[in-house]
């Protein structure tokens, strides 16, 4: 399942080029963030950038390499290294279900989120959710274990939490499911220990760019997002279609790009509810679990970490040795069903949502669809009689019929092209190398092969939309939408301050839909068009 994520996410960069397989908006600011970080121009002090400092340092080396070969061979070697990022955190994440639910949960949880769509399009390319997913599920792997008895693993899953939330404040609530999923034994040192591995780690990345921005740290992580006007999907209804893979407005399973998966969450979630109001396994001596599945079930204890042996018809037992789940305590089913809830809350109560942001919800969503999956087999092979047979395959095909429209879209997203991105770099490359350029879609830069321009004067910007927002709402003023906003001219001001210190301008559709009338006007009176593709502008004068 790792070498099918890593294929499906791989194909259209080999089919196409990097600049030829649809890359967005978001990817192109965070590698701009990274490419500008390695050359000493840093994040909050010198540039406006919306996240926490884990993602541009998380991406700092292929930055750094966009100094010594072209920055759009930099930025496509990174969405490979994504992609190789993407295939470790399928394997974790069905290695940790196998374990938890048995084969078949870990077989269709590593499925589920290899072919989840909105997965696979973050994970070509530069997103935050990739690197984000990656922490989340090792702090998972490393919490779910015997934290009780291991200082370490308690330290070391604090760390990854802290970790994950400097890459994005999302990771918030899988701080919260990890401390509700925590050992009943020693619970409370256990989560001393990970809350002070998670503050430690989340100081050691962020205090360096705290200490040289001072108050101006909290303006992109969290005052953009606390005063920005609502954007994207607003409806709440439309918003939970999305969540759950259908399409607004029709609850058609076929017509969703995966609603199999978001029903086979919902299942999972009910399986989770259940263990933990029924409590989960049978006590069969310390460190030993054992689940009834049919008559004649015994388990034998040998000592800590027991696997129990199976010693009659329609038996299966799980092993819980030392680092297992402890019994009639099924941590891992309200660690996953806690971080789905609470993703998916902060989703739908969000100020903004696109459909991206699906990329996050899919880990948890992944693993309790495995977590169904791997009950029904177990229920499937329990019952003895002619059923033993059909039920299996009943559960294959069901499967199998829900991860269907998934890897239909999954399919459909890799013929998903954008020449005019490639003559929009082919365009960036005819300019003059020294120029500065002023894009309002970082990644028109990279298709031509050029890194962050760093204007001599005039505020540096590699994220037109999220600098205008910002610097509209900071003083104060509070619009209802986007369009409100972009015609107020306090969200003018520093963008034409950049563009006057560039001497071009790529404006794009984005550029049409953020400039004022007022600002275009101001524009069409200083610079001319250039006759290229992407709404090219060039400075009059020197």
Known sequence: MAALAAAVRVAPILSSGRFGSNPD????????????????????????????????????????????????????????????????????????????????????????????????????TTFMEPVLNLACVGLATVWLGDVARSRNRAVLAGALAGVAVTLKLWALPWVAAAVLAAPREDRRAAVGRFVAGAAAAAAVVTLPFLVAAGARFFDGPLLFHLWRPPDGTLSTGARLHELLGFVPGSWRVGDGRHAGTG???????????????????????????ATQAGHGVQATQAGQGVQATQAGHGVQATQAGHGGARPGEPRAERFFATAYLLVGAALLAGRSYYTHYNAHLGLAEAALAGLLAGAAWRLATARPGPTRVGAPALVVVLVLAALAPSARHVRWDAHARSPELVEVGAAVRALPADACILPFEPVW?????????????????????????????????RFDHLGALFADERSQRDITEAMAACRFVILGARGEAQLSEATKAWLRSGFAPVDAPGGVWRRLGP
Not at 266 to 277: E, K
Not at 445 to 456: D, L, Q, T
Request: glycine letters at 14%; hydrophobic letters at 55%.
């Open 263 to 289: 029903l086979l969450a919902l299942g999972g979630l009910a399986v989770a509810a259940w263990r933990a109001a029924a409590g989960h396994g049978v006590r069969a001596g310390h460190g030993v679990q």
């Open 25 to 124: 908006y978001d990817d192109g600011v965070n590698f701009a963030a990274a490419a500008l970080l390695a050359r000493g121009v840093l994040p909050y002090r010198d540039f406006f950038y919306a996240h926490p400092p884990g993602g541009p340092l998380a991406l700092a080396p292929f930055g750094l390499l966009a100094r010594w070969i072209d920055a759009g061979r930099a930025f496509t070697l990174a969405g490979l290294a994504v992609v190789a990022t993407a295939a470790l955190t399928t394997y974790l994440l069905g290695r940790l279900c196998w374990q938890a639910w048995g084969p078949a949960a870990g077989l269709v949880a590593a499925a589920a989120y290899a072919l989840h769509p909105e997965v696979v399009v973050a994970e070509r």
């Open 445 to 477: 830069a990279f298709a031509g092969g050029r890194a962050p321009s760093v204007p001599a004067r005039g505020p540096t910007v590699i994220d037109p939309y999220g600098a205008m927002i910002f610097d509209a709402v900071n003083e104060g003023a």
